[in-house]
């Protein structure tokens, strides 16, 4: 089941739980408790099982008309059962809902690493298209890739 969250300190628990338990993906803790603190702001997604958090995905904006998946986490134990795919699809509609044209996400750059690899082909399975690489955003080894999705 997925949930919209409101409630702060709601939202920190949770993410919380899932990036703690997903520090291969989000190892650096200053990072990590930055997401934290920042979800207690953006629209809240909680996916649900028998009551207990197994995921989540956090909406920010980022221009009049562009929403960003700016934080999505999926426990290990539950990925590949269609969450994050629900997730995802839960987020376009709200961010349609909510006047936005496009959907962006960002992720490091196919072909860096495996694990981000996966990330990439789920992101474009999710209808997510390829718009600009930036090759030192956040610095050498991780270029930035940005995908995009018309929610029109």
């Known amino acids: 089941m997925i949930e919209q969250i409101l409630d702060k300190a709601e939202k920190r628990a949770v ?3 899932i ?11 200053e990072s990590r408790e930055q997401y934290i603190a920042e979800s207690a702001d953006w629209i809240f997604l909680a996916a649900k099982e028998d ?3 197994v995921g989540f995905l956090c909406l920010k904006e980022t221009g009049k008309a ?4 700016a ?3 999926v426990l290990k134990e539950y990925q590949h059962s269609g969450i994050g795919r629900r997730l995802v699809e839960k987020a376009k509609e709200i961010a349609a809902s909510e006047g936005y044209s496009f959907l962006q996400v960002k992720t490091v750059q196919m072909g860096k690493y495996e694990d981000y690899d996966k ?3 789920f ?20 270029p930035c890739q ?7």
């Open 15 to 17: 993410s919380r739980k």
């Open 123 to 142: 992101y474009l399975s999710c209808g997510f298209k390829e718009f600009e690489v930036f090759p030192t955003l956040w610095d050498e080894e991780n």
């Open 146 to 152: 940005v995908y995009v999705m018309s929610l029109r």
């Open 119 to 121: 990330t990439n082909l």
């Open 71 to 73: 934080v999505m986490g």
């Open 51 to 53: 009551g207990k958090p």
């Open 19 to 29: 990036l703690e338990a997903l520090t291969e993906w989000f190892e650096v803790e």
């Open 66 to 69: 562009t929403a960003e998946v």
